[in-house]
């Protein structure tokens, strides 16, 4: 993801009112029963063309901080991703415990989204969207899904728990290959930067690379193929636990795979790579193994010989 995030200003305050008004009906948001000025609440956005297109607000109550309100507005390239980990950032440089949110029944992308990122459902306030219209008459009889949207379900991770707390691997294989990525003409004939790959190797570390492509084809080096040979020039190791690898954007939808050629050299290079793990799919983080796109491979039988 490129997009700059920004923390909520007086600048950009009236900016915010406006997105929660279309998207919130109201900069008065209901939770577990009690309102909250939106207007006055810190938060983090992101902006395309002078417009809105992720919004994350907050506020502490003693060691927990609350997830108030969390919109994305273009899916599937880590927005939403990135909005979350800068709140749960400021929430532990505050000392909160924990994080919370509150979401509701119909919305299942969010009720998806979050557990896959270590929030829990801890409880159900069933019919609480009946106290929200009569404050909201504008709020929907039917929501996501066609789901009659009737109740509230309240989410929550532990921030003291570090393996949610810390970067995943996933995330940092990303932030270091799109250092590499500025697509640019080497010569009148050879291009570079405009795909990047980053590899996981056995012992952990993370090696980067990017394509090269000449008029002639035989030239070609895949980014993919760059970083596992920066591993073996520096390591000497040939074994890969993950790899991933975009081009502006991180994997999304089936995204992010190994050309041919890539697959049968890190076949060959090692033949644990056929359980590397390729993720496809960034914000999701689906993955797929080496071997599932390399069926039937012709070289199992060399290295069963060895």
Request: aromatic fraction near 10%.
């Amino acid at each position: 993801m490129n997009y700059e995030i920004e923390k909520i200003t007086d600048k950009t305050r009236a900016l915010v009112n406006k997105f929660l008004i279309e998207n919130w009906f109201s900069t008065d948001i209901s939770i577990r029963g009690e309102i909250i000025d939106g207007t006055k609440l810190d938060g983090f956005l992101i902006m395309e063309n002078q417009e809105i297109i992720g919004l994350a607000t907050y506020m502490y109550f003693g060691n927990v901080c609350e997830l108030v309100s969390f919109d994305s507005k273009k899916e599937n390239i880590g927005i939403g991703t990135a909005l979350l980990k800068e709140v749960e950032k400021v929430a532990l440089e505050n000392n909160c415990k924990k994080m919370r949110l509150i979401t509701t029944n119909d919305n299942l992308r969010a009720l998806q989204f979050y557990q896959k990122r270590g929030y829990g459902l801890i409880k159900l306030y069933p019919n609480a969207m009946d106290e929200v219209r009569k404050t909201k008459p504008d709020v929907p009889l039917i929501g996501e899904n066609g789901i009659p949207l009737n109740d509230e379900i309240e989410l929550e991770k532990n921030l003291a728990d570090k393996a949610f707390v810390k970067m995943d691997i996933w995330e940092e294989m990303y932030q270091k290959a799109k250092k590499e990525y500025h697509p640019e003409d080497v010569s009148p004939f050879i291009r570079a930067h405009h795909v990047v790959a980053a590899v996981q190797s056995e012992s952990g570390k993370i090696f980067t690379g990017f394509s090269i492509e000449g008029a002639s084809g035989v030239m070609n080096l895949c980014a993919e193929r760059v970083a596992a040979l920066n591993m073996y020039i520096s390591t000497g190791e040939t074994k890969i636990k993950r790899l991933i690898a975009f081009r502006a954007e991180p994997p999304k939808i089936n995204g992010g795979m190994p050309c041919g050629a890539c697959r049968e050299f890190l076949m060959q290079l090692n033949y644990d790579n056929r359980d590397m793990e390729i993720i496809t799919d960034y914000e999701s983080r689906k993955i797929v193994y080496l071997k599932d796109i390399v069926p039937n491979w012709w070289g199992d039988k060399r290295y069963n010989n060895l």
